[in-house]
Each structure stands twice: as C-alpha cells, then as structure tokens.
C-alpha cells in the first residue's frame, strides 16, 4: 500500500453518565460514535477499538471507569497512540479529573483529539487555556444540574414521602429482565458442559441481540454488573428452588 493511503491507528472512547444521555441526549453514545466516525473518515483514520463507559459521571476518578482503564492499558502497550472522543467533557467534566487524565495521556505519547474541538495538546499555551475553559464551563454546569436534581428529589419528597432511585437492571423493564434470565442460562454449568465466562456470555448477548441499558455493546463488566445484581441472585433462587 503506498505512504498517502496509509490510515493513522486510533481508538475511540464513548461515555454517557444516566440513562437519557443513551437515548435522545446529544451526547448519547450513537451520536458520540458517528461525529468520530465521520472525523475519521475524512482524516485518514482508522479506529481500531472502541472503549465505552456507559452509566458512568465524568467526575468519577479513573480507577472505577472500566473502559477508560482499559484504554489508558491498551495505549501503553500495543502501539497506537491517538484517542478519539467527540468532547472533552465525554472524557471528563470535572476539570481537575480531566487534566488528571490528560496528563497520563501525554506520559504515555498518547495524542488526543477532540474530534468536535480540535486537538487539546499543550504546545500551543492558547489552546491550552481554551481547553481548561472548557472544562470549568462543563464542571459548572454539571454543578447547575446535579443543584436542580437536588432541589427536584427533595419536592418531590416533600409531595409524596419518597424518592426512589434508579432501579436494577432487569428489576422492572420486562426486556431487561429476559436478559438476565438468558445471562443465567449461559453462565449455569451444565453436566458436561462448562459455564461461559463473562466475556463469552457478553459476546453471546451482543450476537442474539439483547439491550444494554444504555444502548452499548455488551462487554464482560456488563456481565460482572449483572452477576452482582439482587435481580441475577433471585433468579438464581427461583431456578434451584424449582430443582
């Protein structure tokens, strides 16, 4: 293949924080991936992988974001050093996390595009400082939204005495619910036959088509979530109770 047509390696990284940002948001994950998709194309580059974290906050530090670990792993140790994300705020919100993670990234050779806002590198002390503008504009106005969710709950538990929050994967969606029962029936061991592990059972749930919460693709922590899930255990209990 000759030098000009040579695509340049990159992985994309997808996050949405709550179950509307998977759907009609702008920032849900299909939007996410189709504005890396089109930068991509007409960039000459190639993504390679994709990582996701879905139902995830932008403020929450890099050791509880699964697929932002595993993409900060995969950078360091197989070769392509360019990150696609449609945000800066898909990466981080929280100011300081962003440049926390930003800062990893330049450690490790990585070059980061924001594919709707340029490159955010530090060579240019403009750009830079646009960039850290940004991210206190996004971390104020996650601090507007989390005071008016605040103030929300707290009317409507003064109106009816309760307010519940989110429920379990499969505790009340009745799709969400035959997921878990197919999960069950691909990871129960059989004589015979092993139990799928978690990574084989996400591949199996992505082939038959089964729905994510946030409209992702099924990965082994989604299993994991599932596994720890109070919903997983009673049919674990139902199932051996029928036996």
């Not at 759907?23 to 998709?37: C, N, Y």
């Not at 990466?91 to 440049?99: G, M, N, P």
């Not at 749930?205 to 994991?224: H, L």
Request: proline letters at 3%; hydrophobic letters at 35%.
């Amino acid at each position: 293949m000759e030098g000009g047509n040579v695509k340049r390696k990159a992985f994309g990284y997808l996050r949405v924080s709550g179950k509307g940002q998977a759907g009609e948001d702008k920032h849900g994950l299909q939007r996410q991936r189709e504005a890396i998709q089109r930068y991509a194309k007409s960039n000459k580059v190639e993504v390679v992988e994709w990582f996701t974290d879905a139902g995830v906050s932008g403020a929450t530090e890099l050791d509880n974001r699964p697929a932002l670990g595993e993409l900060v792993l995969a950078v360091e140790t197989n070769g392509v050093s360019d990150v696609l994300v449609e945000r800066l705020d898909r990466l981080a919100r929280d100011l300081v996390v962003q440049e926390l993670i930003l800062a990893r990234f330049k450690r490790s050779g990585v070059r980061l595009t924001s594919v709707s806002e340029g490159d955010v590198g530090d060579g240019d002390p403009s750009r830079k400082l646009v960039r850290q503008i940004m991210g206190s504009v996004a971390e104020y106005d996650k601090a507007i939204l989390v005071a008016k969710l605040r103030a929300a709950r707290e009317n409507k538990r003064r109106r009816s005495g309760r307010c519940e929050g989110p429920r379990f994967y499969g505790e009340s969606d009745p799709a969400e619910r035959r997921a878990v029962e197919r999960v069950y029936e691909l990871r129960r061991k059989r004589p015979g036959r092993r139990r799928l592990g978690s990574t084989r059972s996400a591949q199996a749930m992505q082939r038959e088509g089964f729905p994510t919460r946030f409209g992702g693709e099924w990965t082994a922590q989604t299993v994991k979530a599932i596994l720890a899930s109070p919903v997983y255990r009673e049919i674990g209990k139902r199932e051996r109770s029928e036996t």
